[in-house]
């Protein structure tokens, strides 16, 4: 989101993947007073999809406490990630992407020691591609960006699983790429190094 002004369309597609998606519709919409969730056309969504507009007191965070103890549970795991990878602060956003994914496939006491996944999908989480964020890993490079006498191979960082493809979101310091790929070796126990 670039601009406060997109929530109302940010939020429609929200609604459109959670009905095609889990046959389920928003059945209460909880948000501060900011203008944006107050708006008439954030209001015509809302009663369109026959959802119940709630606001909080002005100032008064507390109202919204499951959102804001969630959203800090993410900040502070994003943080915790990146403070002990070597993963440069600029990829915030994969941190907390990262994060994310972490809390959705770690057992939960409150859940009776199943994972947010498994109570969504009725199925237990797949932990087959989870690997230590911020480790070296190599990404095989496609055919058509090398040669017989370069590196077949690119030394980068770690910075998760990708949320678009069945792959890893890997960074190459070198070319100041970010590369998509399924096809990467990863040393676990050595955190990326550019000199290394």
């Known amino acids: 989101m670039r601009q406060r002004s997109e929530i109302p369309s940010i939020y429609q597609t929200f609604t459109d993947m959670i009905l095609t998606q889990f ?4 059945k209460t919409f909880r948000a501060d007073c900011a203008s944006e969730y107050i708006s008439n056309t954030m209001r015509s969504i809302l009663q369109s ?3 119940l507009f709630q606001q909080s007191c002005p100032y008064t965070h507390e109202q919204n406490g499951v959102a804001e103890r969630k959203h800090r549970h993410v900040l502070e795991t994003a943080h915790a990630l990146l403070l002990s990878s070597s993963v440069l602060c600029i990829f915030w956003a994969a941190a907390v992407l990262t994060s994310v994914n972490l809390i959705d496939i770690t057992p939960s006491p409150v859940l009776a020691n199943k994972t947010p996944h ?3 999908y009725s199925s237990p989480p797949d932990y087959s591609m989870l690997r230590t964020s911020g480790c070296t890993c190599y990404v095989l490079r ?3 960006e090398r040669t017989k006498l370069s590196a077949r191979s690119a030394k980068c960082v770690l910075l998760g699983i990708s949320s678009e493809h069945k792959g890893y979101c890997c960074y190459d310091p070198l070319t100041c790429h970010l590369l998509i790929s399924r096809h990467v070796s990863f040393v676990e126990d050595s955190l990326f190094s550019p000199s290394s």
């Open 142 to 144: 496609p055919l058509t």
């Open 118 to 120: 498994e109570r969504l």
């Open 23 to 26: 046959n389920a519709k928003i």
């Open 49 to 51: 999809h026959g959802t």
